[in-house]
């Protein structure tokens, strides 16, 4: 099947600084880009749909301002967690679409840990 | 919106034995109903699907089975192997290259 990579796998950063988490579709276009989030023994929690182009669509309760996404082309969007604070650390997780898939792939995780 | 329940939460199986995860969701606009298997640190990886036009799918040891009028699916495990320990997620959606909901999850353990 298609792949999406996503990195960095694992980051841990320093509160009050910025962390940017790409993901790129390798073998197809990703018009859309699904952005989750998973606490420690939770469920995904969608975050963000992000359309080429296009700004990002968020889910309730998630703040554009402190989670920046961009989907400039059709192979990368990226995930920019503003001025990360501890309770931000979380397992970032992003899933790809485009409109010659029959379904959405998922990157392998981003853990965050921000100390 | 769409609201998807999973149970159980945990499930502890002999190995050799089969398991069983049901799901249940809301909307009946849904037709799209992965399931997702996560191992440690890892991210869902897609293990089996269904579309709401099909009643019941099966790949090997693994099967899932749809009652869009009841709202519920549900997963099959067959013959289960310690490798099969892990967090399975049921997920719903309206498409396949849509977002989906994911319900809590199930922890399986596979004894040996």
């Known amino acids: 099947g298609a792949v999406v990579s996503q990195h960095p796998s694992r980051v841990i950063c320093k509160s009050g600084t910025s962390v940017k988490i790409e993901c790129r579709s390798l073998?197809?276009?990703?018009?859309?880009m699904f952005w989750y989030r998973q606490f420690p023994k939770q469920s995904l929690m969608l975050m963000a749909t992000?359309?080429?182009?296009?700004?990002?669509?968020?889910e309730q309760g998630v703040e554009k301002d402190k989670f920046l996404i961009n989907h400039a082309s059709l192979t990368l969007s990226t995930l920019t967690v503003a001025s990360a604070h501890p309770e931000d650390s979380s397992f970032y997780i992003c899933?790809?679409?485009?409109?010659?898939?029959?379904?959405?792939?998922f990157g392998q995780g981003t853990r965050l840990t921000v100390v | 919106g769409e609201n998807v329940e999973q149970h159980p939460s945990t499930l502890s199986v002999q190995e050799g034995d089969s398991a069983v995860i049901k799901c249940t969701y809301s909307?009946?606009?849904?037709?799209?109903f992965p399931w997702y298997k996560q191992e440690l640190g890892k991210g869902p990886q897609l293990i089996i699907d269904?579309?709401?036009?099909?009643g019941e799918k099966k790949d090997q040891r693994i099967a899932v089975t749809l009652n869009k009028t009841a709202k519920h699916f549900s997963l099959h495990i067959t013959e289960t192997q310690p490798e099969d320990s892990a967090v399975y997620f049921c997920?719903?959606?309206?498409?396949?290259?849509?977002?989906?909901?994911f319900g809590p999850g199930t922890s399986l353990s596979v004894i040996p």
């Open positions: 899933s790809g679409a485009g409109t010659m898939n029959t379904e959405a792939f």
């Open positions: 073998d197809f276009q990703a018009t859309t």
């Open positions: 992000s359309n080429e182009g296009s700004k990002a669509t968020y």
């Open positions: 909307d009946s606009a849904s037709n799209y």
């Open positions: 269904i579309r709401s036009n099909v």
């Open positions: 997920a719903v959606g309206e498409t396949s290259y849509d977002k989906v909901i």
